[in-house]
């Protein structure tokens, strides 16, 4: 009835994945002004852009891993 699959990523792809993504979404908050998410104690001028590269560079682990995965299956549907 319920078959739950199992994710093929690790766990440490699946953490730098949400990472990514939460400080994305940080980065373009605190670059676009509506909240300040970071503290002031950590703030200078360019603190949105910086944190939205970190993400992107972040993400470029599970970009691999899943490309790796997605390139696995469609071998095996040859």
Known sequence: ???????P????VNVALW???????????ETLGFVEVVA????FPLVGPVIV????ALFTYP????KKEI??????KL
């Open 53 to 56: 590269t970190v993400a992107i």
């Open 40 to 43: 002031q104690e950590f703030r």
């Open 9 to 12: 990523f690790t766990l440490p």
């Open 19 to 29: 990472l990514s993504v939460a400080l994305f979404l940080i980065g373009v908050v």
């Open 71 to 76: 390139q696995k299956e469609r071998e095996s």
């Open 1 to 7: 009835m319920n078959e739950s699959k199992e994710s």
């Open 63 to 66: 970009l691999k891993v899943i």
